[in-house]
């Protein structure tokens, strides 16, 4: 079979073949955990994943009273390196250094992610290690401490960054009090303010079978990898005979937000402006999806898309220039960056609002969209020899499109995109509420013209 | 054939089997161009890159009286991508990205390399477009004025990057005068300064038959990758009928460095202190390279290194933390980065003088030389996975190393290190004059302390 599968949440295993003759299969256990692999022929190598579907948007005050801690799934992240009831944080290090594996872990808003890159013939240690975080980090207190002061070092390294503090602030722009709008690891008080208990809690709340999701691409058997993980999970201490139902997928379709927050100036005296403009954009299950994906590519991706010839090519305004539409279960972001000097700013946001107003408008080439599908094609094809991008993606289809689309079947839904459907969306943008951001040595004032072109004009060609 | 070959600079044409049943094979043209292929079986996709041995060290007054110009071969890079005689800078844009291809380029200190990474069937564009870039760009003056704005962009992009600065500092104090030590991309007064006639003088110096080193990892057959090169540079207006020989390989071996400058402090009103310590290391050439990746794998490479243990796992005083040790033909660099608040980074500069004061009088373990023999044969193996790594490595071999290891043969060599030589190389290290540069909201006075602690203590432990 060749396509996208729907992945029901019941008791189910299926397999199908997927691009590049890869072969992907899924099972649900008795216990509820859920394991998805992709074996891809010729591969000497394997990435591996344990997911979670809590993310940073989950933090809310706790069964037993805690208040909500802002960052303490990121802090949970951290806590599980650092040692299990069998497992120092040196011990954990040293299986992955010893064989020159990657291992990691991401924290984002809708899901937590634990995972390892390796030799095929390390997968088993990757396994049992992985395994032995998940079901059985202890979390110790006097661990808990010096990793609060790792975590607060690692805020400040971000709010050093403009353009990681810009991002945040677009977040809370767009989207307001919803809670994707918040940063995704809290802030200082939130961490200076964490206790223990409450992150075990979180812990012991979230990380059950029926909450594992395990994701494997490259040199994997998925018989094999399912009875090693059974093995592994077994042996750090959970029983899987208890028969659950996998916890159920997040509510999607579109939130109502608040009315967005026009202008944010955060001053800061650096050399550029790092400048960010933006709307509300698609849920990730919004069937307009390949379409936002077109129009992303022809308006921002790349160095012949629009935003790279207008900005940069033709004007020398900025070095950096893109546009990037992330999508959430309940909602979603259409966003333009640049990073610029002080005294190109407003007229590089200008020419963001002109350009898809002008995309609203006048609409692409047959020749644009056309260049649209081979750069997906193209772009995807080598992504997809990653093992990393394919063991994400499995995550991803699982936790939150709920079905697995390969490539062949992702590029067909490209292909049906038509040069209508790329405007229809570009003016149902181009007519939202838009948010500007800047972070640098600027004022609001500066903004005020970019802002106040708001009523998209019908002359801007 | 399996092994390290000397690569010779006259005519030559060899091949053998390399890593993971790779094929490497060299040709030398009558022209003087090079050309190294790495067939992977099984691969789809294909990476190329066109490399001239000239970088920002090679900046000096130009034949004709220009005075140097610190940044012209970055400047010329980005030239490079604006048009030929043929070809728009869009026409060079659409190529690729039709075909969702990466295309990019990069200025080093000691070689440019412009490179692209495309599907398999999607080379031979990849070939022409390439050779149409290196030989026949216009450098128009019109694109020239656009791009000084976005290259002064980018040097602001860096400039706002505390960790950016830090390093430039640091290759400043170490290497003293030495053109290595200067910063790749110049600073905004010389592009400003920058006149297009000196540009063109340095691409038409060096772009030429002699100079160029082609090299493709992937989805390539030799001879026809050959042919085609031919082909396109040919057609693109060069003469290959006249014999040439390749440039002789920049000469090797330490160069006397003037005495390093002890403590750099830039002070920027940020959140972290970007830290950065360290001595002179060792040529790319050196024979003890392998003693060096065996001492960096242990002291600061990886979670269970001594650096990540000591400064982040027990004490939690920085969240990034690691050592370098870059090596260039005639000179080298050893170095430790932290990140770190201001009241933590005198204790963490002392903690790094400690751990390789300690490293030099006590030396490293049996287990610790064991794990970084699997740390450095697991992580390299992952790394040959990617074409991009592999087009890398011929580039490397041939303008610096004169010789190609495949991945057996390096390893072999690193397998023989033995604990007395990581000592002696740790020895040798920490008795060089070291350099401190510190990045941040701080003052001198805060690091005289780790400073004059120069004289390794004998009781560090």
Sequence with gaps: MNGAVDLPLGLAELSFDAAGDARVRRSVLPSGVRVLSEQVPGSRSVTIGFWVAVGSRDEQPSASGHPATYG?????????????????????????DAVGGEHNALTAKEYTCYYAKVQDRDLPMAVAVLADMFTSSRLDAEEFENER??????????????????????FEAVLGAHPLGRPI???????????????????????????????????????VLVAELERALTGAGWD???EAAPVERRPVGPAVLEVARPLTVVQRPTEQINLLLGVPGLVATDERRPTMSVLNAIFGSGMSSRLFQQVRERRGLAYSVYSFAPGYSDAGLFGMYAGCSPSKASTVAALMRTELDRLAEHGVTADELRRASGQLAGASALALEDSDTRMSRLGRSELTLGEFADLDEALRRIALVTADDVQALAAELAARPFSLVAVGATEESAFRGAVEAAAPSTDVA
């Excluded at 303490?72 to 290090?93: C, M, Q, V, W, Y």
């Design 72 to 96: 303490s799934t990121h802090f949970l992240e951290h806590l599980l390196f650092k040692g299990t009831t069998t497992r120092t944080a040196l011990d954990i290090a040293i299986s992955f």
């Design 149 to 170: 002061g790792v975590i607060l070092e690692e805020l400040s390294m971000a709010g050093d960054d403009p353009a990681d503090v810009a991002n945040e602030r677009f």
């Design 185 to 223: 690891g809290g802030n200082p008080d939130t961490i200076r303010a964490a206790v223990r208990d409450a992150v075990w809690e979180h812990y012991r709340a979230n990380y059950r079978p029926s909450d594992l999701v395990v994701t494997v691409a490259g040199a994997v058997d998925h018989e």
């Design 240 to 242: 899987l005979s208890v």
